[in-house]
């Protein structure tokens, strides 16, 4: 079993719908969970940090965190053309500094 | 956010020659860096974790004495490839942790070096 799971998609949504992104991870001490997003031939870009259980909201974008479960989630709201990237979610396990990253979500938002 | 810079964004060299990638924080303090591999169509891969004043910790499979890390001060990281070889061209990317307890553990990437070996 991998450390952090994402489904690799693509998955496909019409633009102004909302698109759900969803990672398990399986340490149940992880304590620090990001969302970051990676254009094609371009670096990732953290878009959201979250630590406690709930959801966190940020513009379209909106975090859920439930460590009971081991998943988080990202939605975005009112999805755009421009949205259509590689959602990478990362996980520090245990109590280290080191971000283990998932495979990746491909989303692809189409006009 | 934070900025990250690197630096060169892409550079071809020749099968045996040495090449440096910089990895700069530009705007906070990093006590540590790391540096990733990220192959056409795959995931990052970690490479090293790259501590201020002390020596770099590789993950296993990564070559120290090929993939050379230097952390000389809280705002650079060097990383050198040494006597590069067509396997070794991907896509090289930096992050750095803001050591600030506002943003804890939070990592921010750099551009990216994509390095092509002839």
């Known amino acids: 079993q991998k450390e952090v799971e994402q489904n690799s998609g693509p998955l496909s949504v019409p633009e102004g719908a909302i698109a759900s992104l969803n990672c398990t991870y399986s340490d149940r001490g992880s304590q620090s969970f990001f969302w970051y997003r990676q254009y094609s031939g371009k670096s990732p870009e953290l878009i959201m940090s979250?630590?406690?259980?709930g959801d966190k909201e940020d513009g379209r974008f909106t975090a859920q965190l439930n460590k009971a479960s081991q998943y988080v989630s990202l939605l975005i709201r009112d999805s755009q053309p421009s949205d259509s990237a590689t959602y990478l979610c990362a996980v520090t396990l245990g109590a280290g500094n080191m971000l283990t990253f998932g495979g990746g979500t491909r989303l692809m938002v189409k006009p | 956010g934070a900025v990250v810079s690197q630096h060169p964004s892409w550079v071809i060299c020749k099968s045996g020659t040495s090449v440096k990638i910089e990895c700069r924080s530009l705007?906070?303090?990093?006590?540590?860096m790391f540096w990733y591999r990220q192959f056409p169509k795959q995931s990052l891969m970690l490479m090293a974790t790259?501590?201020?004043?002390?020596?770099?910790?590789?993950e296993q499979g990564v070559e120290k004495d090929k993939f050379l890390i230097n952390h000389a001060s809280l705002t650079l990281s060097t990383l050198t490839v040494t006597s590069a070889h067509p396997e070794d061209s991907s896509f090289y990317i930096c992050?750095?942790?803001?050591?600030?307890?506002?943003?804890?553990?939070?990592?921010?990437f750099g551009p990216g070096t994509r390095l092509t070996v002839l």
């Open positions: 992050s750095a942790r803001d050591s600030s307890g506002s943003s804890y553990n939070e990592q921010f």
């Open positions: 705007d906070f303090q990093a006590t540590t």
């Open positions: 979250i630590y406690s259980n």
């Open positions: 790259s501590n201020e004043g002390s020596k770099a910790t590789y």
